[in-house]
C-alpha cells in the first residue's frame, strides 16, 4: 500500500488546516488509520487513529482535531483548527491493512508549521 499526504503548510496560531492521505495499491482491507507526527529533536508520537468508525486522539489534541475517514475513496482526513505553535511537526499518516497478512505502511510526511 503506497500513501499520499498532503495538507501540510504554514498557518498562524488559532489557525486551522486539513490533511488528506490517500491509499492505494493492493489489500484486502484496511484496519486502522492513524496520523503520527515528529517534532524536531522529539521522537514520533501518535496524534490520532480512526479503527471501525471509533477514533481515538492524544489529549493535547482533543478538542481541536478531528480525525476522518471516507472508505470508498480509502482516504483518512485530519482536520486542525485552534492551531498552536507545539503543533508544529512533520505528519505521517499510517495504515494497518490485510493483504499477505496484517501489514502496515508508513506515508512520506507533510510539514506543518504554526508561526506568526
Same mark, same amino acid.
Not at 471509533?54 to 482526513?77: C, H, P
Not at 490485510?98 to 508549521?113: D, F, I, K, M, P
Given at each position: 500500500? &503506497?500513501? &499520499?499526504?498532503?495538507?501540510?503548510?504554514?498557518? &498562524?496560531?488559532?489557525?486551522?488546516?486539513?490533511?488528506?492521505?490517500?491509499?492505494?495499491?493492493?489489500?484486502?482491507?484496511?484496519?486502522?488509520?492513524?496520523?503520527?507526527?515528529?517534532?524536531?529533536?522529539?521522537?514520533?508520537?501518535?496524534?490520532?487513529?480512526?479503527?471501525?468508525?471509533?477514533?481515538?486522539?492524544?489529549?493535547?489534541?482533543?478538542?481541536?482535531?478531528?480525525?476522518?475517514?471516507?472508505?470508498?475513496?480509502?482516504?483518512?482526513?485530519?482536520?486542525?483548527?485552534?492551531?498552536?505553535?507545539?503543533?508544529?511537526?512533520?505528519?505521517?499518516?499510517?495504515?494497518?491493512?490485510?493483504?499477505?497478512?496484517?501489514?502496515?505502511?508508513?506515508?512520506?510526511?507533510?510539514?506543518?508549521?504554526?508561526?506568526?
Amino acid at each position: 500500500v &503506497q500513501l &499520499q499526504a498532503s495538507g501540510g503548510g504554514l498557518v &498562524q496560531p488559532g489557525g486551522s488546516l486539513r490533511l488528506s492521505c490517500a491509499a492505494s495499491g493492493r489489500f484486502f482491507s484496511i484496519s486502522t488509520m492513524g496520523w503520527y507526527r515528529q517534532a524536531a529533536g522529539k521522537q514520533r508520537e501518535l496524534v490520532a487513529d480512526i479503527t471501525n468508525g471509533r477514533a481515538k486522539y492524544r489529549d493535547s489534541v482533543k478538542g481541536r482535531f478531528t480525525i476522518s475517514r471516507d472508505n470508498d475513496k480509502n482516504t483518512m482526513y485530519l482536520q486542525m483548527n485552534s492551531l498552536k505553535p507545539e503543533d508544529t511537526a512533520v505528519y505521517y499518516c499510517n495504515v494497518g491493512y490485510v493483504w499477505r497478512g496484517n501489514e502496515n505502511s508508513w506515508g512520506r510526511g507533510t510539514q506543518l508549521t504554526v508561526s506568526s
